[in-house]
Structures are given as C-alpha cells and as structure tokens.
C-alpha cells in the first residue's frame, strides 16, 4: 500500500446495522465503539463521528469489513465515495486470527476486525469498485444460481412421481405453470447475459479466451470474471487455484502427523463446483486433458485426485490464457500434461 495507515477500524455489518469499532494511533487506554443503521444518514452520521475522532487524519484509517455478500455492499460503496479506504476480508481469515471465541457479540465482532486491520494491514487489498458491467453481471448470475436452485426443487418431485407411475397410486394434478414461468425467467436471464458480454468488447474477449480451453462454457467463464474482477485479483494460477479450492495443501507437523495432502474447505463453493463439472466433461475428451485422466486411471490413481488434479490444470490453463492473451494451445499444454 502506497499510504502508511495509523488508524484502523473494523465493521460488523448486518442487515439493518453497522457495529463499527476504531483503534487510534497511540492511544492504548480503549477502542471506540458505535452503531450506526445501515442507510445514507447513517453512513453521514458514521463519517461525522469518525471526523470527530481523528479529523483530517481520516485520510490514513483504514477500515476492514468481514464479507457478507450483499449486506456490505452499500457501506464499501459509500466509504469509497467518500475516499475512506476500506478493504474486505474473507470471514474465515479474520476468525482464524481471533484469540478468544469464548464471547460472541457484534461490538466484539467489530473489535476484532479492527485488531486483524492492525496486525495485518500490509497484507490487505484496498477496495477497487468493480465497473458496472461486472457488478450487473454478477447479480445476473445470482439470479440465475437462485432460479436455477428453485426449478430443481419444484421439478426432482414431479420426476419421482412419474417413475412410479406402474404402482396404481391415486395421481395428483402436476401443477407446473409455476415451473413455465421461472424457466421463461431463466431463458431471459440468459438472453440479458450474453446481450450484456456481447456490449463490453474486453469482457467479450475475455469470454473467448478462458471458453477457447476445453470443455470450460461460457456459465464458468462469466463467474470467474466476476468473482476475479476481470482477473485483476490474480496474481498466479496457483492463487486462484487456492481461492477455487482445488489445490492441495499438505498438514505435517513433528514425528506424529503425516497426512496426505487434501484440498481445503476454505474456498469459493460456486467457483469450485464449475470447475468439477468442466473436469467431469474434460475426462470424456479426446485430448491432453482426457488423456491425462485416461492414463493416470490406468496407473492405479484414485479417480477424485485425478479429477481434482484436472480441476487445477484447467484452472492454471485459463489463468494462462488469459495472461498472455492468447487462445487456448492444445501442443503446449500437451506438453506440460505429459511432465511426470
């Protein structure tokens, strides 16, 4: 970071209020704690009290948020307007830092968050506002996965029943104008999402690279645009490989524990079930990809570490393309599959 934060401040963020909680740079004797409601006034009402706090050294707090999701989005945008450099945090990082989990309460939540600010502000990404195309986007395919989850409760039902048509069981009126209505819903959603890739030319390009790899569609590349913020926040393959949850970390410590390497569960569930399926597809291709399944069988490996080993090739592959810029090399990566 370019700025040398001395003031730092932690948000607990709900879904009517804020719980915000400020370290000051040489006063040691106690935190300061308030509540704010989570609409414009109280976000004025929070700049004014952090004013009256630090003045025009608000220029160098740095505030931490937990991610919830959509619940902060109002807050990170507002800070953002306001030049308040603001950075969010996954949940599980900062819980793993807590040193007493005894107590739980939103202040505390807050405390804590201000503490992990302290400690670990040189390792903390500022907030960037993503551009509208890719929050549109993102909300697009929240939709969609809602959509999506609904239409599989509504049908799996309705197919048990008709497979036991044979049993004589008295049959029930199959009410499904619901079903036609949320699957017109979808089919617009999708029709909105590809009109919306179709306008932005750099998105458009980005789709053409990471779906030029095999057996990865369009649904994996517009999700790993959005969670990545158009591959900004990638760094490596390796990285995104961790954040997708499909690298394995090893757990050694001492003479005593010796376990095998396995993937975390700490990792972005949407991302990583996307890239199951793509490694689901890749092992039925007739390519490096689903030679390397094919051969890796024969040798005796278990079937789910080397679908999760492909899972992390795909994964390296699109990071690759879409860092060069360049399609999807079927004799490169062939070689690189081939490497014992």
């Not at 048990?160 to 199959?174: N, Q």
Request: with cysteine.
């Amino acid at each position: 970071m370019s700025v040398k934060f001395v003031h730092f401040a932690g948000i607990d963020v709900s879904k009517s209020k804020i719980d915000i909680c400020v370290l000051l740079s040489g006063d040691v004797k106690y935190p300061y704690s308030n509540c704010f409601e989570q609409s414009n006034k109280g976000f004025a009402d929070m700049k004014k009290w952090l004013r009256s706090l630090m003045g025009n050294a608000i220029k160098k707090l740095l505030i931490c948020i937990e991610n919830t999701g959509h619940y902060n989005e109002a807050v990170v945008h507002y800070l953002d307007s306001q030049q308040i450099a603001v950075s969010l945090e996954n949940a599980a990082n900062i819980k793993r830092s807590i040193r007493d989990i005894r107590k739980k309460s939103d202040p505390k939540d807050a405390l804590d968050i201000a503490r992990y600010a302290k400690h670990h502000s040189d390792e903390l990404q500022l907030w960037k506002k993503p551009i509208s195309v890719i929050t549109t986007l993102k909300q697009l395919l929240a939709q969609r996965r809602r959509l999506l989850s609904v239409l599989k409760a509504l049908k799996q039902p309705l197919e048990e029943k008709a497979f036991y048509d044979w049993s004589g069981v008295p049959k029930t009126t199959a009410y499904t104008a619901g079903i036609q209505g949320l699957e017109l819903d979808l089919k617009r959603i999708n029709e909105d999402i590809a009109q919306l890739v179709k306008e932005d030319a750099q998105m458009r390009r980005q789709v053409s690279l990471i779906t030029s790899v095999p057996s990865v569609g369009p649904i994996t590349a517009y999700h790993l645009i959005c969670y990545t913020d158009g591959f900004k926040q990638v760094k490596s393959g390796k990285q995104l490989g961790s954040y997708c949850g499909v690298v394995p970390f090893e757990r050694r410590s001492g003479s005593s524990v010796r376990k095998p390497a396995r993937v975390s569960h700490l990792a972005n569930r949407v991302l990583k079930s996307l890239l199951h399926m793509c490694a689901l597809t890749a092992t039925k291709m007739k390519n490096s990809f689903g030679d390397y399944f094919r051969r890796k069988i024969a040798e005796g490996k278990h079937k789910m570490l080397v679908i999760n080993a492909l899972r992390n090739k795909i994964v390296l592959t699109i990071t690759a393309v879409v860092q060069k810029q360049t399609r999807f090399d079927k004799n490169y990566i062939y070689q690189n599959l081939q490497k014992p």
